[in-house]
C-alpha cells in the first residue's frame, strides 16, 4: 500500500521509508499531513495571533508523536491562509 509505512511500530527514529509510486513518475518517501485554516485583518489580525497561540500549545505533542519528522507553519499574506 503506497501510504503504509515500512517501518517497525513505535519506533520514535524515523527510519527511511521505502520508496513509493502512486502514480507513474510520481515517487515518494515522505507523506505529508496539512492543517488549513483561514485568518482576518480584522481585530488588529488577532484570529492569526490565536491560531499561533493554539499551534504553541499543542506544538511540543505534535513533534513527539511517532514518525513526525518536521513540522512547518506557513503564512499567506494574500489568501490569509495558516498552514501546518
Not at 505529508?32 to 504553541?56: H, I, N, P
Request: glycine residues 6%; aromatic residues 4%; proline residues 5%.
Amino acid at each position: 500500500e503506497a501510504f503504509v509505512p515500512s517501518r517497525p511500530s513505535g519506533t520514535k527514529c524515523p527510519l527511511p521509508l521505502e520508496m513509493q509510486s502512486i502514480a507513474e513518475g510520481v515517487d515518494f518517501d515522505t507523506v505529508a499531513r496539512e492543517w488549513r485554516c483561514k485568518w482576518s485583518g480584522d481585530d488588529d489580525r488577532s484570529s492569526l495571533v490565536a491560531a499561533q497561540v493554539a499551534l504553541d500549545t499543542v506544538l511540543d505533542d505534535l513533534k513527539e508523536l511517532d514518525g513526525v519528522i518536521n513540522i512547518e507553519r506557513i503564512v499567506c499574506g494574500s489568501c490569509l491562509d495558516v498552514k501546518v
